[in-house]
């Protein structure tokens, strides 16, 4: 039997494993508002040197040089960028600015188109202030609207940024690997070994994955809105695409967001996007995701909040984006650990093998 003094200092770990997991997340949190620029500068570089190591890979496969296969793909992702600067990003910023515009009237005539709800709420005795609502939604749309201008004329005002984060990548992409094992050498044989490859199959997996299910739902619903005539067509798949990053939830706000703004255009056209866009989300949820996420979508639903709200708490929306790998990373790791670790049980075969391999 175990012995008291045994589970006393069992129950005093475990004690004060809260506070201490606690205090850590809190220094988290301070480290990162601390160097926030330059934690977001080396974290954007190494998602984008994830994102461009497929196209790299691809071409060393095909017997091109490294470093030629790196300035190749860059110079593909520069064009592409610039290409979209001129094309897609003005009209994007131009209908962010007429939602703005005429977002104040919609919501003036939001009553009026929405008098078959108020006499609902009222006919039942609910108590819900539908003006506030739409005050809210009118406050909510302003904010992440205004952000897109906003966006561009930061990455513009924050150029020296962008070319840090571009150069980053580069050298990420040439020589990342190495100082990888640099790092990893330093841990315990098991837990580095556990944690390189728990730690590179959920971020390359996580990152193609959520980059590839935005592009499909940007790419699927903007033709879909244009057929249907839905004013700023172009600006409502962007954000619907956008929120895909975010992974689980993220899909679900953008849609309930766009199809709010659409109410307050009018029902059909509300009805239309709703239908649209859940109709693509299934499909991709149910067909394209499980071939894309894989193991990732394996966690926990209660632990997959957790990690979101604590990324989030700790480093905002880059933390929320970042949470759900590195969860998946810890359980990987733990999950390696605890089969290197279990003894393994040999049968009475397996016993006389061994037994007739010591006599040899």
Sequence with gaps: MRKDSDIYRQYL?????????????????????????????????????ILLSYPVHWLTQRKVNRLPA?????AAVVSGVGLLGFTVIPLVIDQANQLLALLPNWVDGAGQQLS???????????????????????QITQTLVSWLPGLAIGTLGRLLDTIFILILAVYMLLYGQRMWRGLVDVLPTKLGSALDRSLQFNLRQFFISQFLLALFMLLGLTPIFLLLQIKFALLFALLVGLSNLIPFIGATLGIGLVTLLALLQG?????????????????????ISPRLLGRITGLNPIWIFVAL????????????????????????????LRVKSSPVILSSADDATSGQRAEI
């Design 13 to 49: 770990v475990w004690g004060l494993s809260g506070p201490i997991l606690f205090l850590n997340f809190w220094v988290l949190g301070q480290v990162f508002q601390y160097f926030e620029q330059v934690i977001t500068i080396v974290l954007v570089a190494a998602i984008l040197a």
């Design 70 to 74: 790196i300035l190749m793909v860059l």
């Design 116 to 138: 078959w709800l108020r006499k609902f709420v009222l006919s039942h005795g609910l108590k819900v202030d539908l003006n506030q609502f739409i005050r809210q939604l009118e």
């Design 267 to 287: 029902v059909w056209p509300a009805f239309w996007v709703a239908l649209t866009a859940i109709s693509l989300q299934q499909f991709k949820d149910n067909v």
């Design 309 to 336: 709200l604590l990324g989030a708490r700790i480093a905002g929306v880059l933390g929320v984006i970042l949470a759900i790998p590195i969860a998946g990373t810890i359980q990987g790791t733990i999950e390696q």
